[in-house]
C-alpha cells in the first residue's frame, strides 16, 4: 500500500513535470525568452520547478491539519518574495529613435513580463496545493482501507490474543479450590472471570469501548491472575483518568498486561510488575514494567509476535498519533505507550 501512494506521487510530479511546465512554456511568452533572454527563461523555470517541490515538501493539508499557520504563511511569503525578485531582473531596454518613446515600450514589455511571472506562478501554485490536498485525500481514504483491513486481522489474532487457555484452567482450578474449601472469595471471583470473558466475546463486535470498562476489565484480570500468585510477585496497577468516558478501541493494552504476567510472575523468586494508565487533556499513557522471570532466549523468541501485532493495530488505528517504545534494561522489561485520542 505504501508502495502504491508512492508511485502515485511519482506520477503527479512526473506529470508536472513533462506536461504542466512544457505546457506553461508553449503556450505562454515563456517561449519567446528562450532565445530573446536565455538566462532569464531557465532561472525562471528552475523557480517554477523549487516552487511546485517546496510546496509539495511542505504539505499543506498536513500543516492545516497540525494548524502550523505559521509556517505556512513563511513558506507562500518567501516563495512570493522570491518571485518578485525574479521580476526585477535586468533586462535590455527597448530602442526607439524616441527616448520617450523607448521608456514607455521598455515599461510596456517589464510590466507584461511580470505580469506573465505572476500567472506562472499562480498557476504552480495552485496546482501544487491542488495535488497536495488530492494526495492528502488518496492518503485517507488507503489509511481507512488499512484499518479495516487491520480490524479484519485484529479480530482474528484478539482471539488468539485473549485470555490464554493457560490463564483459563489456572482460575478455574483456583475457583475451584475456593469452591471446595468455602472461601467467601469463591462466588466474587466466579463472578469476576464470567465477567471477564463476557467483555472479552462481547466487545469484539464493538469499534470502541468506553475507557472505564478497559480499565474494569484490566482490574477483573489482574484480581484474577493473583489468585494463582503467591507473595513472591507483587503488583501495582494504578489508573489516573480526567475522564473515563473516552472512547479506545477494546483490549488495547491487554497484550502488554498479558505479557508482563507471563514473564514477570514468579512462585519462587520476588518480582515486581507494574501497571500503569493515566489519560490527561485527551493524551493516553500506558506503561507495564517487569522482572525477566523466563529464560532469556525464550523471552526473546516469544515477545516481540506479540508487541509487533500490536504495533500493527496501532498504526492502523492511530495513524502518526502514537508511540510504542519497549525498553530491556538489567533485567527489567518496560513497555510505553502513548496515544493522543
Same mark, same amino acid.
Given at each position: 500500500?505504501?508502495?502504491?501512494?508512492?508511485?502515485?506521487?511519482?506520477?503527479?510530479?512526473?506529470?508536472?513535470?513533462? *506536461?504542466?511546465? @512544457?505546457?506553461?512554456?508553449?503556450?505562454? @511568452?515563456?517561449?519567446?525568452?528562450?532565445?530573446?533572454?536565455?538566462?532569464?527563461?531557465?532561472? *525562471?523555470?528552475?523557480?517554477?520547478?523549487?516552487?511546485?517541490?517546496?510546496?509539495?515538501?511542505?504539505?499543506?493539508?498536513?500543516?492545516?491539519?497540525?494548524?502550523?499557520?505559521?509556517?505556512?504563511?513563511?513558506?507562500?511569503?518567501?516563495?512570493?518574495?522570491?518571485?518578485?525578485?525574479?521580476?526585477?531582473?535586468?533586462?535590455? +531596454? %527597448?530602442?526607439?529613435?524616441?527616448?520617450?518613446?523607448?521608456?514607455?515600450?521598455?515599461?510596456?514589455?517589464?510590466?507584461?513580463?511580470?505580469? =506573465?511571472?505572476?500567472?506562472?506562478?499562480?498557476?504552480?501554485?495552485?496546482?501544487? &496545493?491542488?495535488?497536495?490536498?488530492?494526495?492528502?485525500?488518496?492518503?485517507?481514504?488507503?489509511?481507512?482501507?488499512?484499518?479495516?483491513?487491520?480490524?479484519?486481522?485484529?479480530?482474528?489474532?484478539?482471539?488468539?490474543?485473549?485470555?490464554?487457555?493457560?490463564?483459563?484452567?489456572?482460575?478455574?482450578?483456583?475457583?475451584?479450590?475456593?469452591?471446595?474449601?468455602?472461601?467467601?472469595?469463591? %462466588?466474587?471471583?466466579? &463472578?469476576?472471570?464470567?465477567?471477564?470473558?463476557?467483555?472479552?466475546?462481547?466487545?469484539?463486535?464493538?469499534?470502541?469501548?468506553?475507557?472505564?470498562?478497559?480499565?474494569?476489565?484490566? +482490574?477483573?484480570? &489482574? %484480581?484474577?491472575?493473583?489468585?494463582?500468585?503467591? =507473595?513472591?510477585?507483587?503488583?501495582?496497577?494504578?489508573?489516573?483518568? +480526567?475522564?473515563?468516558?473516552?472512547?479506545?478501541?477494546?483490549?488495547?493494552?491487554?497484550?502488554?498486561?498479558?505479557? #508482563?504476567?507471563?514473564?514477570?510472575?514468579?512462585?519462587?523468586?520476588?518480582?515486581?510488575?507494574?501497571?500503569?494508565?493515566?489519560?490527561?487533556?485527551?493524551?493516553?499513557?500506558?506503561?507495564?514494567?517487569?522482572?525477566?522471570?523466563?529464560?532469556?532466549?525464550?523471552?526473546?523468541?516469544?515477545?516481540?509476535?506479540?508487541?509487533?501485532?500490536?504495533? #500493527?493495530?496501532?498504526?492502523?488505528?492511530?495513524?502518526?498519533?502514537?508511540?510504542?517504545?519497549?525498553? %530491556?534494561?538489567?533485567? *527489567?522489561?518496560?513497555? =510505553?505507550?502513548?496515544?493522543?485520542?
Amino acid at each position: 500500500m505504501k508502495t502504491f501512494e508512492n508511485k502515485t506521487t511519482l506520477i503527479f510530479d512526473l506529470f508536472f513535470c513533462v *506536461v504542466v511546465m @512544457p505546457v506553461l512554456v508553449l503556450l505562454g @511568452p515563456a517561449y519567446y525568452w528562450m532565445t530573446w533572454l536565455p538566462w532569464f527563461f531557465v532561472v *525562471v523555470c528552475l523557480y517554477m520547478y523549487s516552487c511546485y517541490f517546496v510546496m509539495r515538501r511542505v504539505n499543506i493539508p498536513q500543516c492545516v491539519l497540525r494548524h502550523e499557520y505559521r509556517r505556512i504563511a513563511v513558506v507562500f511569503a518567501a516563495l512570493i518574495l522570491g518571485n518578485y525578485l525574479i521580476t526585477l531582473y535586468p533586462r535590455p +531596454d %527597448e530602442d526607439f529613435v524616441t527616448p520617450s518613446l523607448s521608456e514607455y515600450q521598455t515599461r510596456i514589455r517589464d510590466y507584461g513580463i511580470s505580469l =506573465s511571472l505572476w500567472l506562472m506562478f499562480s498557476l504552480v501554485m495552485g496546482y501544487s &496545493i491542488t495535488v497536495s490536498f488530492v494526495k492528502e485525500l488518496f492518503a485517507q481514504i488507503l489509511v481507512k482501507r488499512k484499518i479495516e483491513m487491520q480490524r479484519d486481522k485484529a479480530e482474528l489474532a484478539m482471539f488468539k490474543a485473549q485470555i490464554s487457555p493457560h490463564f483459563m484452567f489456572n482460575t478455574l482450578n483456583s475457583i475451584y479450590s475456593l469452591v471446595i474449601g468455602n472461601s467467601p472469595k469463591a %462466588e466474587d471471583a466466579f &463472578i469476576k472471570f464470567t465477567e471477564l470473558l463476557k467483555y472479552t466475546y462481547v466487545t469484539i463486535e464493538n469499534e470502541l469501548v468506553p475507557l472505564k470498562d478497559e480499565i474494569a476489565y484490566i +482490574d477483573n484480570y &489482574i %484480581e484474577l491472575q493473583s489468585l494463582r500468585l503467591n =507473595s513472591h510477585t507483587t503488583v501495582e496497577w494504578t489508573h489516573d483518568a +480526567d475522564d473515563e468516558s473516552v472512547m479506545i478501541p477494546p483490549m488495547l493494552m491487554l497484550t502488554f498486561v498479558e505479557n #508482563a504476567f507471563k514473564y514477570g510472575a514468579s512462585a519462587t523468586t520476588d518480582c515486581l510488575i507494574k501497571i500503569r494508565l493515566a489519560v490527561r487533556d485527551g493524551e493516553l499513557l500506558f506503561t507495564t514494567s517487569n522482572n525477566i522471570m523466563k529464560h532469556s532466549d525464550e523471552f526473546k523468541s516469544e515477545v516481540p509476535v506479540g508487541i509487533e501485532n500490536c504495533r #500493527a493495530r496501532l498504526s492502523g488505528i492511530f495513524p502518526g498519533k502514537h508511540q510504542l517504545e519497549t525498553l %530491556e534494561e538489567d533485567n *527489567v522489561f518496560s513497555v =510505553s505507550l502513548k496515544i493522543k485520542m
